[in-house]
């Protein structure tokens, strides 16, 4: 039976293209249907968007060939602070702090902002002769016992052994195989922006627990952070809705003085807060991952970390079914991904719904704890970097790419 390729890969985001590049390592040939033209992903503005990669996901990166590309454009994270706060309080005397001068393996992690790491891996993309890209969705896919037909937007029918889910939190493809969500609505957004600043950051990401949600103060290249304010979703509104200025006075009690004067540094966006996970990360022929599988609270900053984690996992997986003369998008080798991944989303997806909601509230009994307890943490040294070593993504069953082996 004729075959296009062997996988068509539904989204072309972040995950997508990551995917394609660790599957064509294994020797597969693959297709992208993403009907966003390559233009606008590749616009060349600053906007602020950044991602704090861990220290395992860099790894990923590295491996699929990425990293020497990005990597001068990259931040390190050296340190990680972590307090309570209230806004034009400054932070509380209670701190978790972490030190990559504990960890062998170097920094915690890096910050890229999007526009970098999206641009990097389009290059790839099209530089890998095994890899085609279509600039159109996928409106329809039928599964059979060999393998499955999609039906793109323009027309064309491909054949392919395996569709990959990459379509975002509203994936089409999973709703097509009937794939259903549990979730919940945190009643919260995200303001993301971009700030300058007088004072070198020096590498320390930090973290405020204010009473209506975390602020995260994420170190850029040069005196620039990355902001990601969690609001309610009244309060965001009306804040996003300020001219500069105003939003500026609104930021400024927050963030603090601990930096000098700080300025807007590009254009300001907003995302309501979602906990969404699918029943299943797969149908037949068909295996989802990133955003369509599981979306969680940013307080972690886990959301593209849980990602590539996935695309390691699946890209391990298929490759090593491929050796063995496996049928790659048959149910037992599609549950061994499942199996894999299921666990370690849940168990993330639930700390971080655990931890928003303890933190995220002013009431002066779960405050004392939750001070005391980070400064035990923050006290033991081994617990420390045990916590640590899991913020750096270097605990638990890692696929091959995120300990920086090539498939």
């Known amino acids: 039976m004729r075959f296009d390729a062997d996988i068509l890969i539904a989204g072309g985001g972040l995950n997508g293209p990551a995917l394609a ?63 309570d706060g209230r806004p034009g309080e400054g932070p509380s005397p209670f701190l978790l702090h972490f030190d990559h001068a504990e960890l062998e393996e170097g920094p915690m992690g890096y910050m890229l902002e999007d526009r970098f790491l999206r641009r990097a891996l389009l290059a790839a993309v099209r530089g890998t002769p095994s890899i085609r890209r279509i600039e159109s969705p996928v409106v329809d896919h039928a599964p059979d016992a060999a393998g499955v037909t999609v039906t793109l937007g323009n027309g064309e029918t491909p054949r392919v052994r395996l569709i990959v889910g990459a379509d975002g939190r509203a994936s089409e493809v999973a709703q097509q195989a009937g794939l259903k969500r549990q979730g919940a609505d945190y009643h919260q957004t995200a303001l993301v922006c971009a700030v300058e600043h007088e004072r ?47 939003y500026l006075a609104e930021l400024r009690p927050r963030f603090g003085n601990f930096l000098g004067e700080i300025n807007l540094a590009g254009p300001r966006f907003t995302y309501p807060l979602l906990l969404t996970l699918a029943e299943a990360f797969i149908a037949p022929r068909l295996a989802l991952l990133g955003d369509a599988a599981h979306g969680v609270h940013p307080i972690a900053g886990q959301g593209l970390n849980l990602g590539l984690r996935d695309v390691g996992a699946l890209a391990e997986v298929l490759t090593d079914a491929r050796r063995r003369g496996e049928d790659m998008g048959s149910e037992a080798v599609l549950l061994r991904y499942q199996q894999w991944r299921r666990f370690d989303t849940a168990s993330l997806a639930m700390a971080t719904d655990a931890f928003n909601r303890l933190f995220s509230n002013d009431n002066p009994l779960l405050r004392l704890g939750r001070d005391l307890g980070m400064g035990a943490v923050n006290a033991i040294p081994a617990l420390r970097r045990s916590f640590m070593r899991e913020a750096a993504g270097l605990t638990g069953d890692l696929p091959r790419l995120m300990k920086g082996q090539r498939l």
Not at 209 to 237: D, H, K, Q, Y
């Open 200 to 246: 070198p950051h020096n590498g320390i990401a930090h973290q405020f627990f204010m009473p209506s949600g975390p602020l995260a103060i994420l170190p850029l290249p040069g005196n620039r952070c990355s902001i990601v304010w969690s609001e309610t979703t009244e309060e965001a509104a009306r804040i996003h809705a300020l001219p500069d200025a105003g």
């Open 21 to 83: 590049l660790a599957l064509a390592q294994g020797g597969f040939s693959v297709l992208i249907a993403d009907p966003t033209p390559e233009a606008v992903l590749e616009a060349d503005g600053f906007d602020g968007r950044g991602y704090a990669l861990a220290l395992a996901s860099q790894k990923l990166l590295a491996a699929i060939g990425i990293w020497p590309e990005v990597s001068e454009a990259s931040q390190p994270i050296l340190e990680i602070k972590v307090t």
